[in-house]
């Protein structure tokens, strides 16, 4: 066994490239690996912002020797009468890099077959590794790549560096003009020089010397421990601590080889700006962590993270403060003159905004999006009406402030504040802010109802309208984020557990886009089959019974609590020892009425006595289960129906359903389509019936 040290070094890579590109790289290696028949016990990738680095352990030392038993033509084909090979023998051999003579004579189930032996030995892992590398150099895929000087690859930033030891001899590999070696390269700034490194065992500790952490997870631990250090040696911590924003400590990590943390301070007038403006300010353009006190709270402080260690922290601590401060002094600019304007005076100049060219201005969507509230919230939040239209008008006015020009990531916080400012209602400013929640996959959703009815508006508008134009997302193309559009709606009705109809809204939707959209009920059905896909992902993704999640879905799909309701349901009652043999009934049921729809009932057309047996059982099941029904007590309602698993049975069992009489005939397919129809209410349980 052997070991693989690869290391490409660059100019200082984005910060959002490093993680996707050790993940390429080590994927790239598993598969280029499993290609190759190459054996080995880990692999393991690590990165700086200089550097990309894959450690194979337990390599093996050479492919395995292979054995190929390859059939030819048979024997009476593959040679004449006189005993000579035929075209067909000599071509088999050919094509397999074979002479005639290599060919055996085997006995099949077949009868004799003329078959060719490959025995194939393993190549040396050394041999192979050179293309190996120059394959995942050609391997990677960034969102934006480079040339320089008169080199033809692209590459994130330009490489300035190969290391390629291979039990501990170096791999003789270079890439246009960059010859691989031996040696790494310290911190640009503490160690800006050359280290000589032999293998795996020492790699960690060589460029550790050399003022780098090159494992992510301990960069990351040292970061975090830095910000928390220089708030301690600054401040009172028992009243002062940091804000951990967990995306910025990551970005941070993938900005520094070595992080050293220094504690500064700004002007308490900058409080007076928005905290979210505030921390924004800090967090996108600087890279900065708020500093807070007990009650979460922001503080005139601030930590920074450098990449290099200096003599005069003081001196450090001065220059962030200088460029924060101007960063802080634009903000402020910015919110005042703002705030010179209301929303409302703003509105009408949403005519500026193309929301989408086809789907027009962000004023249409303002004014469309006011009466989508206005529907639901006469629905589901009748004490907010009035607060949540006025917060519909003017959610997107914000759009137009210098503040979110300069912050786009603002947007809904800045126009909270500002209605605030204009003497808005406190439920019409959290229903701006709320609007726009959730903003990613598992982050905080709406809390109030007028921010929830706004908030599903909003996105009901922008899906219906996309779909209308025929604007669907591809498997890897969405601009307008409708897979998160259609979850973010999923999550808010449940969240609030209010009972939607989905085709309703869809259609108010796109009706209000008038002659702009294809409005039609096959536009209905397809916004409405995209929700529903994602519906069925999310459950199983959260561990719903898949089967149940089958059988509901299979039936209908508009409101979403009420499909909840019955796969939860149906997921409880399968555990009854009469649901299986009920569900195989039922799918015999499906069978036999195959597209029947009458359900009416002859008495007098009732001969057998399993067939009357049955016939009265349903009616009393009926009749018990309708209420139910109505209530949405689907599980009580199951419950009630599994008296139908006996009578069913034992219909089958003695009853000739395609009776000669076509008149009795009919009437027991009607029974059966009855009671089809009854369970059709809950879900197809016939999709029900693995152990």
């Not at 066994?1 to 890579?13: A, P, R």
């Not at 015999?588 to 047996?613: F, H, Q, Y």
């Amino acid at each position: 066994m052997s070991e693989l040290l690869f290391e490409i070094g660059t100019e200082e890579l984005p910060a959002g490239f490093q993680k996707p590109a050790l993940a390429q790289l080590k994927e790239n290696f598993i598969r280029e690996a499993k290609a190759l028949k190459l054996e080995y016990s880990s692999v393991q990738c690590l990165g700086t912002p200089r550097r990309l680095a894959l450690l194979v352990d337990g390599l093996a030392d050479k492919q395995p020797d292979s054995r190929a038993e390859l059939m030819g033509p048979s024997k009476q084909a593959g040679f004449d009468a006189d005993g000579n090979p035929s075209k067909a023998a000599m071509g088999f051999a050919r094509s397999k890099g074979a002479d005639v003579g290599d060919l055996q004579v085997v006995e099949t189930e077949k009868g004799e077959y003329l078959m060719l032996v490959q025995e194939t030995k393993g190549v040396a892992t050394a041999e192979l590794l050179p293309e190996l590398l120059k394959t995942l150099m050609h391997g990677f895929s960034f969102a934006k790549s480079m040339r320089w000087g008169t080199r033809a690859f692209t590459f994130a930033r330009p490489i300035q560096w190969l290391l390629a030891v291979h039990n501990g001899v170096v791999i003789p590999f270079g890439h246009e003009g960059v010859v691989a070696g031996n040696t790494t390269r310290g911190h640009r700034f503490m160690a800006n020089d050359t280290f000589e490194v032999s293998g795996m065992a020492v790699y960690e500790q060589v460029l550790t010397d050399a003022f780098v952490q090159v494992n992510q997870e301990d960069r990351r631990k040292a970061v975090v421990l830095e910000i928390e250090q220089a708030v301690s040696v600054s401040l009172d911590t028992s009243k002062a601590h940091i804000a951990v924003d967990e995306e910025l400590v990551d970005t941070v990590c993938n900005l520094v080889e070595k992080p050293y943390g220094v504690c500064g301070s700004f002007d308490e007038k900058f409080l007076n700006l928005p905290s979210e403006a505030l921390i924004t300010s800090m967090r996108e353009h600087q890279k900065y962590f708020p500093v807070v006190d007990n009650d979460g709270k922001l503080l005139p402080h601030f930590v920074a993270v450098n990449n290099t260690k200096v003599k005069d922290i003081n001196l450090t601590r001065t220059g962030h403060e200088r460029v924060l401060r101007a960063r802080l002094e634009d903000a402020f600019f910015f919110f005042a003159a703002d705030k010179e304007n209301t929303l409302e005076s703003r509105f009408e100049s949403l005519t500026g905004i193309i929301f989408q060219a086809k789907l027009g201005t962000m004023l249409d969507k303002a004014r469309r999006v006011e009466k989508l509230t206005t529907l639901l919230a006469e629905q589901f939040a009748p004490d907010n009406v009035d607060d949540a239209v006025r917060a519909a008008h003017l959610c997107k006015v914000d759009l137009l402030t210098e503040m979110v020009g300069e912050f786009p990531s603002l947007q809904g916080n800045m126009g909270a504040s500002y209605a605030l400012n204009d003497g808005e209602s406190q439920v019409v400013s959290v229903a701006i802010q709320e609007h726009y929640l959730p903003k990613r996959a598992g982050s905080a959703l709406p809390e109030s109802k007028a921010g929830a009815v706004l908030a599903l508006a909003d996105r009901f508008d922008t899906l219906s309208g996309c779909f209308g134009i025929g604007q669907l997302p591809t498997g890897t193309k969405d601009p307008f984020g409708l897979r998160r559009i259609a979850l973010a709606i999923l999550h808010i009705i449940e969240d609030f557990e209010w009972s939607i109809s989905l085709s309703d809204i869809i259609y108010k939707a796109l009706s209000l886009y008038g002659d702009k959209v294809d409005g039609s009920r096959e536009t209905v059905e397809l916004v409405l089959s995209y929700i529903r896909d994602r519906f069925v992902n999310d459950q199983l993704s959260s561990g719903a019974d898949a089967e149940a999640v089958d059988a509901v879905m299979s039936v209908e799909f508009d409101d979403i609590i009420d499909c909840k309701k019955k796969i939860a349901a149906l997921t409880a009652i399968r555990s009854e020892d009469a649901f299986p043999v009920l569900a195989a009934s039922f799918k015999r049921i499906r069978n036999i009425i195959k597209d029947n729809s009458a359900t009416a009932l002859d008495s007098s057309l009732v001969k057998e006595e399993a067939e009357s047996t049955l016939a009265m059982s349903f009616k009393l099941v009926e009749g018990s289960v309708e209420p139910l029904l109505a209530n949405s007590e689907y599980e009580e309602a199951l419950t009630a129906m599994l008296a139908l698993e006996a009578p069913v049975d034992a219909f089958f069992d003695s009853v000739m359903v395609m009776d000669k009489d076509p008149a009795i005939r009919q009437n027991r397919l009607n029974l059966l389509t009855a009671i089809s129809a009854l369970f059709l209410k809950v879900g197809d349980i016939s999709k029900m019936q693995s152990s």
